[in-house]
């Protein structure tokens, strides 16, 4: 079973940094985009930051360009979220999601078909 898991969610003060990463576990295969989805109490799912096949192109929200980054590693197979000045608005769970169709950055749910299991991040004012 494919899966991806998520790393590196936890406690940070405003202002600080946090990096999340996302790996495969299990039998894997390189997905094609890779995004990050976020999910705060009380609200829907929203999407991050998302990233093309071979990283060339990527997709930020308004709320976070300027601020996140992120990458990936193909032979690795993994993804990372680099979370700067981060804000309290940005405390939720972070979802990664990657895709078996999509090779560019999309800030859509529906184009990602397989997904983590969540990190919490929580940013303290």
């Known amino acids: 079973q494919v899966q991806f898991v998520e790393s590196g969610g936890g406690l940070v003060q405003a202002g600080g940094s946090l990096r999340l990463s996302c790996a495969a576990s299990?039998?894997?295969?390189?997905?094609?985009?890779m995004a990050w989805f976020r999910q705060a109490p009380g609200n829907e799912i929203e999407s991050v930051a998302a990233?093309?096949?071979?990283?060339?192109?990527?997709y930020f929200a308004d709320s976070v360009k300027g601020r996140f980054t992120i990458s990936r590693d193909n032979d690795k197979k993994t993804m990372v979220l680099q979370m700067n000045s981060a804000k309290p608005e940005d405390t939720a769970i972070y979802y990664c999601?990657?895709?078996?169709?999509?090779?560019?950055?999309?800030?859509?749910?529906?184009?990602?078909?397989?997904w983590g299991k969540g990190t919490p991040v929580t940013v303290s004012s």
């Open positions: 299990g039998r894997s295969f390189t997905p094609l985009a």
């Open positions: 999601a990657t895709s078996r169709t999509t090779i560019n950055a999309s800030g859509s749910r529906r184009s990602y078909d397989i």
């Open positions: 990233i093309s096949f071979m990283g060339a192109n990527t």
